[in-house]
Nanobody, 117 residues
Framework: VHLVASGGGTVQPGSSLGLSCVASGSEFRGYDMTWVRQAPGGGPDWVSDITSDGESATYADSVKGRFTSSRDNAKNTLYLQMNSLKFEDTAVYHC???????????WGQGTQVTVSS
């Protein structure tokens, strides 16, 4: 599965951004998916999981109540709505099939999110 995330940018604290991740291949709809982020000099930071049918999502405590994952399997697309952004949300955001989230070889092309005043 080839994955390309988009929608990042530079925003002020308290702002919102919506990320998308488009997948090639029909395998996408069979996978639970993960959003993972990596800040400069940091390791993988798990953000959210969503089930293959999109019915259930879980979130890291650091983003719970602010971020929402969703997906449209007909469009092979995963979404991450990010509200009330904080400085510490600054990172490159990637989507990846959940079984492989710790292996950066499986991460798709990421999108940079910078929260700055």
């Amino acid at each position: 599965v080839h994955l390309v995330a988009s929608g990042g940018g530079t925003v002020q604290p308290g702002s919102s951004l919506g990320l998308s991740c488009v997948a090639s291949g029909s395998e996408f709809r069979g996978y639970d998916m993960t959003w993972v982020r990596q800040a400069p000099g940091g390791g993988p930071d798990w953000v959210s999981d969503i089930t293959s049918d999109g019915e259930s999502a879980t979130y890291a405590d650091s983003v719970k109540g602010r971020f929402t994952s969703s997906r449209d399997n007909a469009k092979n697309t995963l979404y991450l709505q990010m509200n009330s952004l904080k400085f510490e949300d600054t990172a490159v955001y990637h989507c990846v099939p959940r079984p492989f989230w710790l292996n950066s070889d499986f991460w798709g092309q990421g999108t940079q999110v910078t929260v700055s005043s």
